[in-house]
């Protein structure tokens, strides 16, 4: 619900939206150029003196008008009828005529109305209104992505659109909501919906002196009224000694008597005005230069957040299934909850979804976040979810278990969990077998026990649909077939092997990019391959005679003009054979997959890489790219030194031209040999010198030697009260383990 009250604005009226924030920069400069030109007025001089020397300096005066922003506007009787000067705030001299910016008249018509009045003025509220509806529904989704209100400041993750979305986001949210809730005030103001934001001048007084005008610097009643508090003074007609000042400050209005000097039924502001004021200060930057400065920088942002969300939104679209028939909520008999990071647990549901639909189901599919409170009709609730990372819940599953807390399952309800995962990590499926104990707890009975698919298995799934029919009381024929993303053809080029002598086979394996001949736009950037992508990216390899793909990360980016990995061989290993059998010039079939959560964040402070075997394949990866000369450490583990020191001549070189600061290896097939995780342990000191430096791990390599580095880790950071968890939580502990 959060999502779409977010999205529907900004799609809807994003254009618009975004028109408004650009000429909302434009009027921002206004208070900041005002503040460059204008003269200040430091003397703390009064009204009855300013007023004496422009009267003295300009003869018949009408008016004296003192902006918000500091300048001082006098009107007067000229010639060609009534002219105005700006005036020194100072001293009260004639500055030179006066004349309102024309860019920056237009610009704020263009901003109130679109030159389309009154019409106009009610598309800027609308506009207004959806500012604040994006502003407001946007912190809140803020808030939830990043793990709650307190760690509004932890690092963002994603893909590039998303980290740039969040990042502005935080940045320009409070200016947004500043910006919007003025614009909405002052809109409603227009239209006369809200009363009591304009003062009240009281009556003409019936007890004026009607003597001989006093000078007017002698008039007590302003010379009590300091320059700062003024708004707007207007002079008596000339020769009518019964006519007064009226005289409108900060604090209210009333009359000035001009020959006695007193001041005459003054009308105190309302706090309706003076709250309004507030309003048109804020929204302006009148009289707040430097605030004017922010919310202008805020409202930059506008422009790329609308284009960024357009294109998250338009990713999140495409990336769905569509699925046919998809009954609502309230009227489905079914639920199938899906928790998935890469929507291939989505190409599962959308074929149970069709098979059910066909048993004359009425069946409801959607994201595992998207819990409702309830579900009247639904007998069946079928969650089919993904494991992420270590245990983790698919992005598309974070907020489900808190939801859950919230879930009102009726009597009659049951419900079925399947998990979805690969049995060569340690922690298989246990984010599904979470929810299907979570469920169990609140007292939801069980449809099937809890069973799991392993690596895809289209057989697998297929008896857990027989068995899901058999208690659904009809048969149910599940037949899968995944969806391999869109693959290209690449050529190997070079290819280096290792580790042979010690039982290991591995090798390191270039390929050429394909030529992307169709994306013109891409040529036109000077991109000329089809292929986009940075080390730590995956690349998904399709093996002969099978469907499913194989990831594999990458030591390369796109800008080297060959995409590298490095493949140690498994015994039975489907796609490791295939690929250590391949010889230059012969052909793989692979797409690539984004990884933006393993990347070393911005920044200065030092990297700490460790990896084992093929793990150190993305971490060469950051150091040759590491042209700024950060501070990269290097822990590697392998075998033997002679046999599989995997990327040596690079490492080598990198401590050379300073791209690597440090490098420490541990090999396990020598004398006295040890393991990488050995290696960090030893290096205590070292670690937690650079862990107070702000220094980011990333881990990159088998289970268990991740699991290995962190206690190792743990140990090292003990005396600073720290943990692997602790820098977890701040972004500073990345894994990418297999």
Not at 111 to 130: C, E, P, V, Y
Not at 330 to 339: C, E, K, P, S, Y
Not at 612 to 630: Q, S
Not at 650 to 670: C, I, K, P, Y
């Amino acid at each position: 619900m959060l999502r779409r009250l977010h999205s529907l604005p900004g799609l809807f009226a994003g254009l618009i939206v975004a028109f408004m924030a650009i000429t909302g920069v434009v009027l921002s400069l206004q208070p900041l150029l005002d503040h460059v030109v204008v003269p200040s007025a430091t003397n703390g001089i009064s009204v009855a003196t300013l007023a004496q020397a422009v009267s003295d300096n300009l003869g018949s005066v009408q008016r004296i008008v003192h902006s918000a922003s500091g300048a001082v506007t006098a009107y007067y009787d000229g010639a060609q009828g009534t002219l105005a000067a700006s005036i020194d705030p100072g001293t009260g001299a004639v500055l030179g005529d006066y004349a309102p910016s024309p860019f920056f008249a237009f610009f704020t018509e263009l901003h109130r109305s679109l030159f389309l009045g009154t019409n106009g003025r009610i598309a800027a509220g609308i506009a207004a209104l959806a500012m604040m509806v994006l502003s407001v529904s946007g912190a809140f989704m803020l808030a939830a992505r990043l793990g709650g209100w307190r760690k509004l400041l932890a690092t963002a993750k994603g893909t590039l659109s998303q980290r740039l979305h969040v990042e502005l986001s935080r940045l320009a949210v409070l200016g947004l909501l500043i910006s919007a809730f003025t614009g909405m005030v002052m809109s409603l103001n227009t239209f006369g919906l809200i009363g009591n934001t304009s003062g009240t001048l009281g009556g003409f007084p019936t007890n004026v002196d009607g003597g001989t005008p006093a000078p007017i610097g002698d008039l007590l009643a302003l010379k009590d009224v300091p320059l700062a508090n003024l708004r707007e003074l207007t002079f008596p007609y000339a020769g009518d000694p019964t006519d007064v000042f009226t005289l409108m400050t900060s604090t209210g209005q009333g009359y000035v008597d001009q020959a006695s000097g007193a001041l005459l039924n003054f009308t105190p502001n309302g706090l309706g005005q003076t709250i309004y004021e507030t309003i048109y200060m804020l929204h302006t930057g009148q009289g707040l230069w430097w605030f004017g400065v922010l919310l202008g920088l805020a409202a930059l942002c506008v422009p790329v957040l609308a284009a960024t969300g357009t294109l998250i939104w338009w990713m999140r679209r495409r990336s769905q299934p569509r699925i046919t028939g998809n009954v609502t909520a309230r009227h489905a008999d079914t639920i199938i909850l899906v928790g998935s990071e890469g929507n291939s647990t989505w190409g599962f549901a959308a074929n149970l979804h069709r098979e059910l639909t066909a048993q004359g189901h009425k069946v409801h599919a959607t994201t595992m976040n998207a819990l409702a409170s309830e579900y009247p009709l639904a007998k069946t609730m079928l969650v089919m979810t993904a494991t992420y990372g270590d245990g983790a819940a698919p992005s598309s599953a974070r907020n489900f278990l808190a939801r859950l807390d919230h879930f009102k399952p009726h009597a009659d309800m049951e419900f079925a969990v399947l998990g979805f995962g690969d049995r060569s990590f340690v922690h298989f499926c246990q984010f599904a077998e979470q929810v299907d104990q979570a469920l169990r707890s609140k007292a939801v009975p069980a449809l099937l026990p809890f069973e799991t698919i392993d690596r895809q298995s289209a057989q697998s799934f297929a008896h857990w649909g027989e068995s899901l029919g058999r208690a659904l009381g009809h048969g149910l024929t599940l037949e899968h077939a995944p969806t391999v993303p869109e693959t290209s053809e690449l050529t190997l080029i070079e290819r280096t092997d290792f580790g042979v002598e010690v039982q290991a086979p591995t090798t390191t394996l270039r390929f050429a990019l394909p030529v992307d001949r169709r994306n013109w736009f891409q040529r036109l950037l000077g991109r000329k391959h089809a292929f986009a992508f940075d080390p730590g990216d995956l690349v998904g390899i399709v093996p002969p005679g099978s469907q499913v793909p194989r990831y594999y990360s990458l030591a390369s980016s796109a800008k080297d003009g060959a995409l590298e990995i490095c493949v140690r061989k498994q015994s039975g290993g489907v796609c490791s054979e295939f690929l250590h059998g391949l010889n230059p010039g012969e052909n793989i079939s692979a797409f690539v997959k984004r990884n933006p959560d393993f990347r070393p964040q911005s920044g200065r402070a030092p990297v700490i890489l460790i990896g084992a075997g093929t793990g150190i394949a993305p971490l060469a990866g950051f150091v040759r790219h590491n042209k700024r000369h950060r501070p990269y450490y290097l822990y590697f583990g392998g075998r033997d030194p002679a046999s599989d020191f995997l990327y040596a001549p690079l490492l080598n070189t990198a401590l050379t031209d300073q791209r690597l600061t440090g490098l420490a290896t541990a090999f396990s097939r020598v004398v006295g040999g040890a393991y990488v995780q050995h290696r960090v342990r030893d290096d205590a000191v070292k670690i937690r010198e650079l862990v107070t430096r702000g220094a980011q791990v990333m881990v990159c390599g088998g289970r268990d030697m991740a699991d290995g580095v962190r206690e190792s880790l743990d140990f090292c950071l003990a005396p600073l009260g720290g943990t692997v968890a602790t820098l977890k939580a701040k972004g500073r502990y990345l894994e990418d383990v297999y």
